[in-house]
C-alpha cells in the first residue's frame, strides 16, 4: 500500500516543519517505511557540512589570494608603505639671529627616512591644532642618510620673529607635491608637545601672567641678570673716578633689580641718579615671587606632570640648578651694594658685585674644563636659558 503523505516544506529551509495528513488508514508497522531522521534546527547532514566546508575553504583561498594582490598593488602605488616607518627624528628650537628670548628658530634632524620618491619631497610644518593654522618649516634636505631643515624665523629689520612656542603645538612631516602653502600630503612623522608639561614649558620661554610684559620667566631672568651685569661695569667706572654720590646712586639701582618692587630694599631712583644709573623692571630676581625662584618652581612642575618626559625632567633639573646658582650670586651681590650705600669707597665690595654678576649672567667655568657646564657653581642666565629650550626638544615618530 502507498501511504498518501502531504508535507509542507519551506524551500531552503533546513529545519523544515512536516506535516502529515493521511488519506487513508495507517500501513501496518511491518509496511511501513523506515523514517529518516528530522535534521534539528541549526544543523546540517554530513553531506551538507562538507559541501560548506569545501565552499568556505575556497572562498578563504580566493579572498586571500585577492589580499594578497591588492596589497602587492598598493604597495606598488605606495599607499601602504611608510617612506619613514624607521626613521626618528628631533627638534631642536632656540633663539634666532634677531635677538635674545624669542625662541624664533628651530632645527629638525631626520634618520632612517626613505628618500622621496620622484616629483615629491618631505615638507615640515608647525601646526596649531586649537585654531587650525599652518606655519611651513621649510622642505627637508638630505645629507647622506640624514634629512633636515633649519628654521631661522620671521623675524625681519633686526627684529625677532614670533615665539615659536607660542605658535603651534605639533610639528609634523608630510610627503608633498609641487609647491604647499598648507599641509596636504601624507603625514610621515610627528611630535605633539606634551600639553600638562607643556604649560609651564611655555611660562618659562614664551609667556607668563604676572612679569612686566607677560614675558617668559627664564627670559626675564636672562635680562635683569644682563642689566645687573651691566650696572656692576657702571659700578666699578665709577668708583675709579671716585664719585661718591654715583657710587650710591649705581648701588640703589643694583638693589632694585636684584629684589624687584617688592624687596624690603626697594626705593625709586631720585633724578640725580638717573644720568648714571638703570632701573630693573620690578620683578626682581630675588624673593619668593622673583624671577630665580618662580622659574625653578615652573620648571620642577613642568618635570613632575603626568606627560613629562625624561628630556624636559633631565633639563627642567638643571634649569634648577642654574637657578639656585642664581639666587646665591645676586644674594650677596645685593648685601654688597647695602654696604656701598653707607661706605661707598668700599673697593672688596665693588669688586665681588663686578665678578658675581658676571657669574650670574654668564656663568663661570669653576672647574677649567672650557665650557660652562648646568652645574652647581658654574650654570648662570644664559645656560639656564638654554637647557630651558631644551626641554622644549620634540621626539618625531613615525604615523601609521
Not at 339 to 351: G, H
Request: hydrophobic residues 40%; contains cysteine.
Amino acid at each position: 500500500d502507498i501511504v498518501d503523505n502531504q508535507r509542507a516544506m519551506p524551500l531552503g529551509d533546513d529545519s523544515a516543519t512536516v506535516t502529515y495528513r493521511p488519506s487513508k488508514a495507517p500501513a501496518p508497522p511491518s509496511q511501513r517505511e523506515t523514517p529518516q531522521p528530522i535534521q534539528q534546527p541549526g544543523t546540517r547532514g554530513p553531506r551538507g557540512r562538507g559541501r560548506i566546508l569545501l565552499f568556505g575553504a575556497l572562498l578563504v583561498i580566493l579572498l586571500g589570494g585577492g589580499t594578497v594582490f591588492a596589497l602587492a598593488l598598493l604597495q606598488k602605488n605606495g599607499t601602504t608603505s611608510n617612506p619613514g616607518a624607521n626613521a626618528s627624528g628631533q627638534v631642536l628650537f632656540f633663539d634666532g639671529a634677531n635677538g635674545t628670548g624669542a625662541t624664533d628658530a628651530l632645527r629638525i634632524t631626520i634618520n632612517g627616512l626613505s628618500a622621496a620618491a620622484s616629483g615629491s619631497h618631505y615638507n615640515a610644518w608647525l601646526v596649531n591644532e586649537a585654531a587650525e593654522k599652518s606655519i611651513s618649516l621649510g622642505t627637508l634636505t638630505a645629507s647622506g642618510e640624514t634629512f633636515s631643515v633649519n628654521f631661522a624665523g620671521n623675524g625681519s629689520n633686526g627684529q625677532p620673529g614670533k615665539n615659536l612656542l607660542g605658535e603651534g603645538n605639533v610639528v609634523e612631516i608630510t610627503l608633498e607635491q609641487g609647491n604647499v602653502t598648507l599641509p596636504t600630503g601624507r603625514v610621515i612623522l610627528a611630535a605633539t608637545f606634551p600639553p600638562k608639561a607643556f604649560v609651564h614649558i611655555k611660562h618659562l620661554l614664551f609667556a607668563f601672567p604676572t612679569t612686566p610684559g607677560n614675558i617668559g620667566l627664564l627670559v626675564g631672568l636672562v635680562n635683569q641678570t644682563d642689566l645687573l651685569n651691566a650696572q656692576a661695569l657702571v659700578l666699578q667706572n665709577v668708583t675709579a673716578n671716585h664719585n661718591a654720590a654715583a657710587v650710591q646712586c649705581v648701588a640703589q639701582s643694583i638693589i632694585d633689580i636684584a629684589e624687584g618692587q617688592q624687596g624690603s630694599n626697594f626705593k625709586q631712583l631720585t633724578a640725580l641718579c638717573s644720568s648714571s644709573s638703570a632701573t630693573g623692571d620690578g620683578f626682581g630676581i630675588l624673593g619668593t615671587n622673583g624671577y630665580a625662584s618662580t622659574a625653578a618652581a615652573h620648571a620642577s612642575l613642568a618635570a613632575t606632570q603626568i606627560d613629562s618626559t625624561d628630556t624636559i625632567r633631565q633639563h627642567a633639573g638643571e634649569v634648577e640648578i642654574g637657578t639656585t646658582n642664581i639666587t646665591g650670586w645676586v644674594t650677596t651681590i645685593d648685601q654688597d651694594a647695602l654696604k656701598l650705600l653707607n661706605t661707598p669707597n668700599d673697593s672688596a665690595a665693588v669688586q665681588e658685585i663686578v665678578t658675581l654678576s658676571a657669574h650670574a649672567y654668564h656663568g663661570v667655568d669653576a672647574n677649567g674644563n672650557g665650557q660652562i657646564d648646568p652645574v652647581k657653581g658654574e650654570e648662570g642666565a644664559t645656560t639656564a636659558y638654554l637647557r630651558g629650550q631644551l626641554m622644549a626638544t620634540l621626539a618625531l615618530t613615525p604615523q601609521p
